[in-house]
Nanobody
Framework: QVQLAESGGGLVQAGGSLRLSCAASARTFSNYAMGWFRQAPGKEREFVSAISSSGHTDYAESVAGRFTVSRDNARKMEYLQMNSLKPEDSAVYYC???????????????????WGQGTQVTVSS
């Protein structure tokens, strides 16, 4: 069983930055692919970013170049640095853990078995 806990959300003006953190309880955290997803009111949850166990990253087109995902396997942490935030980035952000390979982390939420409770990000215009 893996428990995940996000933190770092909040209210920020457009153009600002936030750093989300995800703390994991997994004994073998380094073996998991980690992802970030978000859900805005009235919309389906969508893929934001993912990082494989070896550190290969993937981003949704809407955030590429503005967001950076990283992980610290020794501390069992995943991070999402969000820069140049836009009002359309406002959502509840979730971290997730799932099976993956050394080189691949899925964009599909169906491939993630464990989810955090989410953290709210609100970007004002």
């Amino acid at each position: 069983q893996v428990q995940l806990a996000e933190s770092g959300g909040g209210l920020v003006q457009a153009g600002g930055s936030l750093r989300l953190s995800c703390a994991a309880s997994a004994r073998t955290f380094s073996n998991y692919a980690m992802g970030w997803f978000r859900q805005a009111p009235g919309k389906e949850r969508e893929f934001v970013s993912a990082i494989s166990s070896s550190g290969h990253t993937d981003y949704a087109e809407s955030v590429a170049g503005r967001f950076t995902v990283s992980r610290d396997n020794a501390r069992k942490m995943e991070y999402l640095q969000m820069n140049s935030l836009k009002p359309e980035d406002s959502a509840v952000y979730y971290c997730a853990a799932g099976a993956g390979t050394k080189w691949f982390a899925s964009r599909s939420e169906d491939d993630y078995d464990y989810w955090g409770q989410g953290t709210q990000v609100t970007v004002s215009s």
